[in-house]
């Protein structure tokens, strides 16, 4: 049995000039007979504009460990779902079985924890004819793996956090006078 009962993990990198491929997963992992798990099993429904889905690798794919999907957007078209649901899905589960591989996530407990993961997906991807969806792809799966090593890393830390607390700002900050 796993002695990760909850653990969190975020990763941003941005797109190129030009695209909308954003990517920003937040996960949570922990063990199944824990509040993660809890919360997978009730996340096995349908809710309206934000589909949930396994992470598979391919049909018959799905990865270990069990991990589950969301829009952070709301999901208003077709396109969208084959965006979130083909190219940011592949990523996120090529960056899970290569966490493993890599020794992120031990291998002997990925039967015994699951993970949550939040996807954002510009909606603005859907209806770009100029998508580069190989960096859609790109920027899903190095976010990923970023995401995932710091919440198995459990970092930053409360140490780090304070040492940078008056020389790291949010993005969106930049340009207002807030201390």
């Given at each position: 049995?796993?002695?990760?009962?909850?653990?969190?993990?975020?990763?941003?990198?941005?797109?190129?000039?030009?695209?909308?491929?954003?990517?920003?997963?937040?996960?949570v992992?922990?063990?199944?007979?824990g509040?993660?798990?809890?919360?997978?099993?009730?996340?096995?429904?349908?809710?309206?504009?934000?589909?949930?889905?396994?992470?598979?690798?391919?049909?018959?794919?799905?990865?270990?460990?069990?991990?589950?999907?969301?829009?952070?957007?709301?999901?208003?078209?077709?396109?969208?779902?084959?965006?979130?649901?083909?190219?940011?899905?592949?990523?996120?589960?090529?960056?899970?079985?290569?966490?493993?591989?890599?020794?992120?996530?031990?291998?002997?407990?990925?039967?015994?924890?699951?993970?949550?993961?939040?996807?954002?997906?510009?909606p603005?991807?859907?209806?770009?004819?100029?998508?580069?969806?190989?960096?859609l792809?790109?920027?899903?799966?190095?976010?990923?793996?970023?995401?995932?090593?710091?919440?198995?890393?459990?970092?930053?830390?409360?140490?780090?956090?304070?040492?940078?607390?008056?020389?790291?700002?949010?993005?969106?900050l930049?340009?207002?006078?807030?201390?």
């Open positions: 049995m796993s002695e990760i009962w909850f653990r969190t993990g975020e990763a941003t990198v941005f797109a190129s000039e030009g695209q909308a491929t954003d990517a920003m997963p937040e996960v992992i922990g063990s199944v007979k509040p993660v798990g809890t919360a997978f099993a009730s996340m096995l429904g349908q809710t309206v504009g934000h589909t949930r889905m396994f992470i598979l690798r391919d049909c018959n794919q799905q990865v270990r460990p069990a991990a589950i999907m969301t829009s952070k957007a709301t999901i208003t078209n077709s396109a969208y779902v084959g965006l979130l649901g083909g190219v940011v899905q592949a990523a996120l589960a090529d960056a899970i079985v290569d966490a493993v591989a890599n020794g992120v996530i031990p291998k002997d407990i990925v039967n015994d924890i699951a993970m949550i993961v939040t996807v954002w997906l510009d603005r991807t859907a209806k770009d004819e100029n998508l580069d969806q190989k960096e792809y790109k920027n899903n799966y190095e976010a990923m793996t970023t995401a995932l090593t710091r919440a198995m890393n459990q970092e930053p830390t409360i140490d780090e956090l304070i040492a940078n607390r008056k020389t790291i700002r949010h993005y969106s930049e340009g207002l006078d807030i201390e």
